[in-house]
C-alpha cells in the first residue's frame, strides 16, 4: 500500500527553498526547549532541586503561557518538518518499515502531552506534592527527555 501515492516531496516548499527547512527545524526546536524547559522548571520544584520560593502550582501558572507557546511551536512545525519527506519517518508504508525513533516519539509525545495536562498538573497544583511530586516530576522529566533523544536518533535508525 502506497500512503503518500501522487505526493511529490520536491514540490513542497520546505525542499523548494534553501532557508525554509533550516527555519522551520530550528523554530521547532526553539518550541522543543521552551515546552520542556517551562515544564522542567515545575519538575524541578516538585523534585526539591530548585525555585524555593514558590510553589510548584505558583510556578505551573507562570511557566503556563509559555509551555502553551512552545507546544503550539512544536505542534505546528513538527508536521511541516514530516510533510518535507514523509518516507524519511514511515518508509514506502508497511509499518514494519516505519523509522522506530519516529514512532516512539510520537507516541512518548502523545503521552507526554496527556500525562502533563492531567496527572502531572494535578500533583503539581495540589498544595503538598511530597513523595508523589517527586514520582511524577522524575518521570516527567525522564518522558520528555526521550522525546529529545528519540528525535535526534530518528537520522540513525
Known amino acids: 500500500m502506497q500512503v503518500f501515492a501522487g505526493y511529490d516531496p520536491a514540490n513542497n516548499p520546505l525542499n523548494t527553498n534553501e532557508w525554509a527547512f533550516p527555519v522551520c527545524e530550528v523554530l521547532h526546536i526553539v518550541g522543543f526547549a521552551m515546552l520542556i524547559?517551562?515544564?522542567?522548571?515545575v519538575d524541578l520544584r516538585m523534585i526539591g532541586v530548585g525555585m524555593r520560593r514558590q510553589t510548584s502550582a505558583e510556578?505551573?501558572?507562570d511557566t503556563a503561557p509559555w509551555t502553551m507557546l512552545g507546544l503550539m511551536l512544536v505542534l505546528t512545525t513538527g508536521?511541516?518538518?514530516f510533510s518535507s519527506g514523509p518516507?524519511?519517518?514511515i518508509g514506502s508504508g508497511d509499518f514494519a518499515h516505519w523509522n522506530k525513533s519516529f514512532l516512539y516519539k510520537m507516541a512518548a509525545l502523545a503521552l507526554a502531552i496527556v500525562y502533563n495536562w492531567t496527572i502531572h498538573n494535578k500533583v503539581a497544583n495540589s498544595p503538598n506534592p511530597g513523595g508523589l511530586g517527586v514520582l511524577v516530576g522524575a518521570f516527567s522529566m525522564l518522558l520528555w527527555a526521550s522525546i529529545i533523544f528519540a528525535?535526534?536518533?530518528?537520522a540513525f535508525v
Open 79 to 81: 508536521p511541516l518538518i
Open 37 to 41: 524547559g517551562t515544564i522542567a522548571i
Open 151 to 154: 528525535g535526534i536518533f530518528i
Open 87 to 89: 518516507t524519511t519517518y
Open 59 to 61: 510556578l505551573l501558572r
